[in-house]
């Protein structure tokens, strides 16, 4: 996986690390994936895409905020413990400041019809976006060891319940996930 | 709304109910966002519905991780409060809340699993969990649409989530053109 040739540029200190994660977090609209696959395999070539892969299938997979376990992920690699805080410190530091900002603007605006109007508007393109995330990583099922016929029918029983039943998540994610790794158990090989 | 009053237990309270979701957020925070709604607005109203649907659309229309709506829930359930230090304090219960859990497990595996990814237990635990968390984030989106009115007459709100959506799975269009036209639809009072 590693290139035998070249050697894997990598941060040098935590203070670049911090930097390229910050750097990273700041271009991040709507959503950090596209941008933090552009920073850290093409620009800082900090991984190949390979690893890319394999760390974001983790990230994802893990509970809590992705782009913050991949943060995680690569900073302890790098650093250890100090390189996990400084990656995830470098992730949230000034989003925090400009969101608190901006929500500080909005509520002296929030009696403008105008300004309700907009951000009703963009919650609903919010919406979309999270639901298109959804059916863009649809495709990568069609590999999935438990066949097309039960993944949708996992999928299908997983949006019933959380989108028309309004179930708890935990007896959702508990329940159907259990479910899930147990038949993909039995059909993967030893 | 009129001034909340917490007791110390309720700080507990919301400090351990983003601490419970924190491990369930399988896929990332927001699609536990349906569980903090029907916990803080229906259930203890301390957040009002437009407060919780304004967190979630800033944080999403700023930029950085979108986890940062935990962070504003915090900060609008302070707010409500009324009290000059309960802002910054209920944001930071939130967010080490539904974060220290998390992170101290990805922190834990993140190299086993490195080490370990040809493992079955391993590769039944992703392929497991894959079509699960897809249908988790269509269906987050679901209900953030629905969370700005159910009913047949909010039809252009739906129409306009519908499109973001149908835009951003089929092209490559960036993200801040999309929540940019829905501001100024939305401020024109179209939707």
């Known amino acids: ?190 | 709304m009129t001034e909340l009053n917490l007791s110390p237990g309720d700080w507990l309270t919301l400090f351990l109910h983003f601490a419970s979701l924190s491990l369930l957020s399988v896929g990332g925070a927001i699609t536990t966002s349906t569980d903090m709604h029907r916990f803080l607005v229906d259930r203890q109203g301390w957040l009002t519905d437009a407060q919780f649907n304004t967190s979630v659309a800033l944080a999403q229309a700023a930029p950085g991780p979108n986890i940062l709506f935990v962070a504003l829930m915090g900060w609008n359930v302070g707010l409500n409060t009324g009290l000059p230090w309960a802002p910054a304090a209920a944001m930071v219960l939130a967010m080490v809340g539904i974060m220290l859990p998390s992170s101290l497990l990805s922190y834990a595996t993140s190299n086993w699993s490195h080490r370990n990814r040809h493992l079955r237990g391993v590769r039944a635990f992703k392929q497991g969990f894959a079509p699960i968390v897809v249908a988790l984030l269509v269906a987050t989106g679901w209900v953030m649409a629905s969370a700005t009115g159910r009913t047949l007459d909010h039809w252009p709100l739906w129409l306009l989530a519908a499109l973001s959506s149908l835009v951003v799975w089929r092209t490559k269009l960036h993200l801040l053109w999309l929540l940019g036209a829905g501001a100024v639809l939305g401020a024109l009072g179209w939707v």
Request: aromatic share 8%; net charge positive.
């Open chain 1, 1 to 190: 996986m590693n290139s035998i040739t070249s050697v894997q540029p990598r941060p040098q200190t935590l203070t670049e690390l911090f930097l390229g994660f910050s750097w990273l977090a700041l271009q991040g609209f709507g959503g950090v994936l596209a941008v933090a696959q552009r920073e850290l395999v093409e620009k800082k070539r900090w991984l190949s895409r390979d690893e890319f892969i394999e760390e974001w299938a983790v990230a994802q997979l893990m509970p809590g905020p992705n782009v913050i376990n991949l943060a995680i992920s690569l900073g302890s690699r790098y650093f250890g413990w100090r390189g996990a805080w400084v990656a995830m410190a470098g992730m949230l530091a000034f989003p925090l400041v400009i969101v608190l900002i901006l929500a500080t603007v909005y509520a002296q605006l929030a009696h403008l019809p105008a300004a309700a109007g907009a951000l009703r508007g963009m919650a609903a393109v919010a919406a979309g976006l999270i639901a298109a995330t959804g059916l863009k990583l649809a495709p990568a099922l069609k590999i999935n060891v438990l066949g097309k016929p039960l993944c949708v029918l996992l999928g299908v029983a997983t949006f019933v319940g959380v989108a028309w039943l309004r179930l708890p998540l935990a007896v959702v994610v508990l329940g159907l996930g259990a479910l899930a790794c147990g038949l993909a158990w039995r059909r993967l090989p030893a």
